[in-house]
Every structure is written in C-alpha cells, then in structure tokens.
C-alpha cells in the first residue's frame, strides 16, 4: 500500500508543478496569439471587453500584448474581412465608449474618467477591434 500512496504522491505533485509553470507562464508572458478554445489563455489574460466582443467565436484570433515601457497593453480582436463595423461601433457604445477626435490616431473610442481607448481598423483581409490600456 505505501508504494501505492508514494506513486500517487508523486503524480499528484508532478501535475501540481506543471499546472503551475503552464498557469505562471501564460500569466506572466508579454504577448499571446489565442482564441477563445485555447481556455485557459482566455480565462487568464483576456479581459471582460474582449470576453463580451460580438461575433467572437472559438476560432477569432485574439491577439495580446502587455505594457511594456510607455507602449500601452493591447488587446485585440481580429474578425474576418467582411464583418460588419457598425455592430462593434454599437458594442463600443454599449460599454461607455465614444468617438473623439485624435490628433496622431484620427477617430478614436475613448471611455469617459478612463485611459482606455478603443480602435475599429479595417484592412484589406481583417476587421480588427482594438483595445488599448
């Protein structure tokens, strides 16, 4: 029996080890491509606005990137060519965003008492939504 209980022991903390290296290296990592199938990425790194995003399926790219120097973190959302911008327009606004106009970037989604912006991007193979904090 005790060979028993040192084995399972042994498998027990093997699986602990590693789902704690798996969990620390995709929290602390400082870019990630994934997709909404790839779960435990999503549950940890992908913030409530790209949770929430319409359309998003379980095989949309989601792309991330964390702050690094005066570079904001970025999130970001890259849909199919022909999606329609006006529901992710819609979808901004529902979460407190609005168009202002930005002097480097153009038009731009700024969140009110917040530095959070949001860019709608299309070009000639994607409709991205960009998040930027």
Known sequence: MTKIVKIASVVVIAALIFGS???????????????RSDWLTYKLIAPDEIKGAPLLTDDTTIH?????????QIDEIEYSKDTNETMLADYLNSLGYSQVEDP??????????????????????????????
């Open 64 to 72: 991330f990137r964390a702050t690094d120097g005066n570079a904001p």
């Open 104 to 133: 480097v970037f153009g038009m731009r989604w700024a969140k009110e008492d917040s530095n959070k912006s949001a860019y709608i991007t299309k070009t000639e193979n994607a409709v991205k939504l960009t998040f930027t904090d």
């Open 21 to 35: 290296y798996k969990t620390a290296s995709i929290a602390l990592t400082d870019s990630a491509d994934y997709s």
